[in-house]
Every structure is written in C-alpha cells, then in structure tokens.
C-alpha cells in the first residue's frame, strides 16, 4: 500500500515552493472533502459564505502570490455542469482575488489528459492526487520518475494553452 501526504505533511507542500503551483483538477466532485461540505449547502441554499472569502487557504494563497510565486489551476468540467461544478466555479473567485489563476476546460476537450488530479510544484515535484469512490481525499502520492515529471508539465502545458479564463468561461 502506498503512503499518501495528508494532513500537514501535505499542506507542507505549499510553503516549500520556490516558484509556480499547478494543479489539475478532473472530478465533478470533490463533496467527500469536509470542509467542502457545508459551503455547498450554503452555494446551493443562496446563501453568502464571508467564510469562503477569509479562509486560511486564501491567506495562504495571498502570502505565496506576495512574495512572487504562481499558483494555477486547470479544472476539467462536464457540460452540463454538476450542482458541484457551479459552487466551484462561484467559490473560485475568492481564490482569484486571493492570487490563484483559475481556468477552465470541458471535459471533451481534455480527452489527451489524465483521468486524476495532481499538483505539479516548480515543474519538477509531483503530487498525483487520491480520492475515494464517495469524493474522500485519501492524500497526495509523491511521484519521482523524472519521465512521469516530465509528462506531466507537458499535460500542464497542453491543458493551460486550451483552457479558458474563469471570466471568459460559461456553461
């Protein structure tokens, strides 16, 4: 069985960057994750989240594009869009506000990238991304083969030239 990043060790990540974040994002949901449970009840409710806007990610996201590093993100969605898809969307603004480039791909489009979610750190540390059948995070499995690297800053490249800016993109 493999060991898997969670919790700190995982969050670590994000502080030990020297110079551009990537992650590619292929689930219609992420619901298993708990924090994200209660703000798409809120999304789904009309209700506001101040908490989306105030949350430790955002400080970190600022403190990061602060001190000059990148932080992108490529999200394949499915048209029509999931309930989930549409909170994501909504929900990607703070992070936009906060540093985060965002930018979106339908799911056809995307048929030359993998079918899971990774993070792809200074173009030479891979994180492949781990869920359960319920949207669970099991964690981040380290990958170290410099050709698997490799492939994926070519599929990180590939996704940002086609994918669309988070203003420019609609369902």
Not at 58 to 79: H, I, Q
Not at 94 to 102: K, L, M, R
Request: glycine share 4%.
């Amino acid at each position: 069985m493999t060991d898997y990043l969670t919790g700190q060790a995982f969050a670590s990540l994000f502080d030990s960057y020297e110079h551009t974040a990537f992650r590619l994002e292929v689930r219609d949901s992420y619901l298993g994750v708990p924090y994200e449970q209660e703000r798409f009840r809120k999304f789904m409710a009309g209700e506001d989240d101040e908490e989306q806007r105030s949350r430790p990610w955002l400080d970190g996201v600022r403190r990061r594009a602060a001190e000059g590093k990148t932080m992108t993100r490529v999200r394949v969605v499915s048209v029509p869009p999931t309930d989930y898809a549409r909170y994501a969307f909504h929900a990607a603004k703070a992070n936009i506000v906060a540093g985060e480039d965002i930018r979106y791909l339908s799911r056809p489009e995307a048929s030359k990238l993998p079918d899971y979610d990774y993070w792809l750190f200074d173009s030479s540390r891979l994180y492949r991304m781990h869920y359960t059948d319920e949207d669970a995070s099991l964690g981040a499995e380290p990958i170290t083969d410099p050709s698997t690297i490799l492939r994926h800053a070519y599929w990180r490249d590939a996704a940002w030239h086609h994918a669309v800016p988070h203003d420019q993109f609609s369902f």
